[in-house]
């Protein structure tokens, strides 16, 4: 049994001393012998739709809203109002709307589920409730989409008064 141990770690040493002697010989050859150690190119990382490879944006939906605030106005505490948000995808690529969602739940968006297609346009639905509310009234409509930025702010104000 010893003997067997003996023998075992006996081939072990051996065998890492030329290991360490081949590695050895390695680092002192010629650097002529020597081969290039492999890089990898900037240009692997660019692509068409990267800030610094083109100026352009390609293969990317847009908005391109009339206009991205509507203000309602005054009104009295209890009316619901309702104003379309018309855009049209700018870009060239299918414009996807995932989300649309109201600052609070006063502010209610309908939008398209459907892709919209490059030059076509569609509408954003915002119901405003101004039950409870008084005065000044500032609320935000957050638009996620398949743009660059994927988000997207449209606004309502309004005045609410109290009789």
Same mark, same amino acid.
């Given at each position: ?25 390695? *680092?002192?050859? +010629? ?5 290039? /150690? ?5 240009? =692997? %990382?660019?692509?068409? $739709? ?7 944006? *390609?293969?990317? +939906? ?5 206009? /991205? ?5 005054? =009104? %009295?505490?209890?009316? $619901? ?54 005065g000044k009234q500032n609320k935000a409509v957050n638009l996620t989409a398949n743009t660059n930025p994927s988000r ?12």
């Amino acid at each position: 049994m010893y003997r067997i141990l003996l023998i075992s770690t006996a081939v072990l040493l051996f065998s890492c001393g030329d290991l360490s002697k081949e590695v050895g010989n390695n *680092t002192t050859a +010629p650097a002529k012998e020597k081969q290039a /150690e492999p890089s990898l190119s900037s240009n =692997l %990382v660019m692509n068409d $739709k990267t800030a610094e490879s083109s100026s352009e944006k *390609t293969g990317m +939906p847009e908005f391109k809203f009339e206009k /991205e605030l509507h203000d309602f106005g005054q =009104l %009295v505490d209890g009316e $619901k109002v309702s104003y379309s948000f018309k855009f049209t995808n700018s870009g060239d690529a299918p414009l996807i709307i995932s989300n649309a969602k109201g600052s609070c739940g006063c502010t209610v968006p309908n939008w398209p589920r459907d892709p919209i297609a490059p030059g076509e346009s569609g509408t954003i639905d915002v119901t405003f409730n101004s039950s409870g509310r008084s005065g000044k009234q500032n609320k935000a409509v957050n638009l996620t989409a398949n743009t660059n930025p994927s988000r997207k702010v449209i606004n309502i104000t309004s005045e609410v008064i109290t009789k």
